[in-house]
Nanobody, 123 residues
Framework: QVQLVESGGGLVQAGGSLRLSCAAS????????MGWFRQAPGKEREFVAA????????LYTDSVKGRVTISRDNAKNTVYLQMNSLKPEDTAVYYC????????????????WGKGTLVTVSS
């Protein structure tokens, strides 16, 4: 069992930065691949970024490549999402999720979810 709690969301102007954190509990956290998804109002939840539990392999959706970096600290049971050059279209609730499978690009691949943190980017 893995519990996930996101933090770090907020209101930021276009061009600004935010770092989201996802704190995990559960002794098996370090064996899960981790991902960030987002859901804008009226839209489906979409994949943003992912990182393997070891070796640090990463994946990004095309719309965030070059602006977003996912990382993890297994010693701290935490995964991060550094977001730079934010755009209004990045506005969404951002969810942290864990999965045994790799790679993953869809929400149905995930085993555990956090409750989300809201990111609002003003123009």
């Amino acid at each position: 069992q893995v519990q996930l709690v996101e933090s770090g969301g907020g209101l930021v102007q276009a061009g600004g930065s935010l770092r989201l954190s996802c704190a995990a509990s559960g002794r098996t956290f370090s064996t899960y691949n981790m991902g960030w998804f987002r859901q804008a109002p009226g839209k489906e939840r979409e994949f943003v970024a992912a990182i393997t539990w070891s070796l640090g392999r990463v994946l990004y959706t095309d719309s965030v490549k070059g602006r977003v970096t996912i990382s993890r600290d297994n010693a701290k049971n935490t995964v991060y999402l550094q977001m730079n050059s934010l755009k209004p279209e990045d506005t969404a609730v951002y969810y942290c999720a864990a999965a045994r499978v790799w790679p993953f690009l869809t929400a149905r691949d995930m085993d555990y979810w956090g409750k989300g943190t809201l990111v609002t980017v003003s123009s």
